[in-house]
């Protein structure tokens, strides 16, 4: 087995972890007949492509691709998920193998049980390598179209931009934002790879955070959320020593400078 394979393994063993073993396969989006969304995805300023977590294929490509990765729509297609995994950097296989793929994952599953899986969107970068050899920057912004009948995530859209003429450093960024009432997306977690201290927070001590930014007592914290206060406060002291805090206004500003508020 070659270590393309291998890491490729990483994607199929997490997607399918999550999802309907006996999901349809085929995609149900009526968009993917539309000429016009078609001919709109060619002309964007970034690659657009869709994904079959149940299958590990491509159900769209746009044809731009070429300009960015010297493969063709149609090599994408053909390849799969193997192919597109296969021209990551190798020095950015440990942290999507290890954190990205499975915190990613791990956010689709808790978002899925919560019926709120499309609100979610997954961005990050990493090295790849052209079809000729070039090294470049890209940055992936994800979002699940369509849920599979358990409500896993069945199809995502991926937009891909080459950013390697604004990346100052060599980190692996990585975020997962939901979308709110206001239609703007809020920063659940967001890191870099390598990071000194790469803490991720779940979805409940998410909450619980966010409603410590918005002043909330432990008690109104426990009314809103259905918990008994000792729970929330519990919640609370569990935040506090993951982010290695000393206080409830420490924690925030490290929230802040992380990103998550």
């Given at each position: 087995?070659?270590?393309?394979?291998?890491f490729?393994?990483?994607?199929?063993?997490?997607?399918?972890?999550?999802?309907?073993?006996?999901?349809?396969?085929?995609?149900?989006?009526?968009?993917?007949?539309?000429?016009?969304?078609?001919?709109?995805?060619?002309?964007?300023?970034?690659?657009v492509?869709?994904?079959?977590?149940?299958?590990?294929?491509?159900?769209?490509?746009?044809?731009?691709?070429?300009?960015?990765?010297?493969?063709?729509?149609?090599?994408?297609?053909e390849?799969?998920?193997?192919?597109?995994?296969?021209?990551?950097?190798?020095?950015?296989?440990?942290?999507?193998?290890?954190?990205?793929?499975?915190?990613?994952?791990?956010?689709?599953?808790?978002?899925?049980?919560?019926?709120?899986?499309?609100?979610?969107?997954?961005?990050?970068?990493?090295?790849?390598?052209?079809?000729?050899?070039?090294?470049?920057?890209?940055?992936?912004?994800?979002?699940?179209?369509?849920?599979?009948?358990?409500?896993?995530?069945?199809?995502?859209m991926?937009?891909?931009?080459?950013?390697?003429?604004?990346?100052?450093?060599?980190?692996?960024?990585?975020?997962?934002s939901?979308?709110?009432?206001?239609?703007?997306?809020d920063?659940?977690?967001?890191?870099?790879?390598?990071?000194?201290?790469?803490?991720?927070?779940?979805?409940?001590?998410?909450?619980?955070?966010?409603?410590?930014?918005?002043?909330?007592?432990?008690?109104?914290?426990?009314?809103?959320?259905?918990?008994s206060?000792?729970?929330?406060?519990?919640?609370?002291?569990?935040?506090?020593?993951?982010?290695?805090?000393?206080?409830?206004?420490h924690?925030?500003d490290i929230?802040?400078?992380?990103?998550?508020?």
């Amino acid at each position: 087995m070659t270590k393309n394979n291998a890491f490729f393994k990483t994607w199929v063993s997490n997607a399918h972890r999550y999802i309907n073993p006996l999901a349809e396969s085929e995609s149900r989006l009526d968009l993917l007949k539309n000429q016009q969304f078609i001919d709109l995805m060619e002309r964007a300023p970034c690659v657009v492509f869709i994904i079959n977590h149940a299958t590990s294929r491509y159900e769209f490509f746009s044809k731009n691709v070429k300009a960015e990765m010297g493969y063709t729509a149609e090599e994408m297609l053909e390849g799969g998920v193997a192919l597109g995994m296969s021209v990551i950097d190798e020095s950015h296989h440990e942290p999507m193998g290890k954190y990205i793929i499975p915190n990613m994952f791990t956010y689709f599953s808790d978002f899925a049980e919560r019926k709120e899986l499309k609100k979610v969107k997954v961005a990050y970068n990493f090295k790849f390598r052209r079809k000729d050899g070039q090294v470049r920057w890209t940055l992936h912004q994800m979002s699940v179209i369509e849920t599979d009948e358990s409500g896993g995530p069945l199809l995502s859209m991926v937009f891909m931009s080459d950013v390697t003429a604004l990346k100052k450093d060599d980190r692996l960024d990585f975020s997962i934002s939901k979308l709110n009432d206001e239609g703007f997306y809020d920063p659940i977690f967001t890191t870099s790879y390598p990071d000194d201290q790469p803490s991720t927070l779940t979805l409940r001590e998410w909450d619980i955070v966010s409603l410590i930014n918005s002043g909330k007592t432990s008690a109104e914290m426990a009314e809103k959320l259905f918990l008994s206060e000792h729970t929330v406060k519990n919640h609370r002291k569990n935040i506090l020593r993951k982010f290695e805090a000393s206080n409830t206004a420490h924690l925030l500003d490290i929230c802040r400078r992380k990103g998550i508020l």
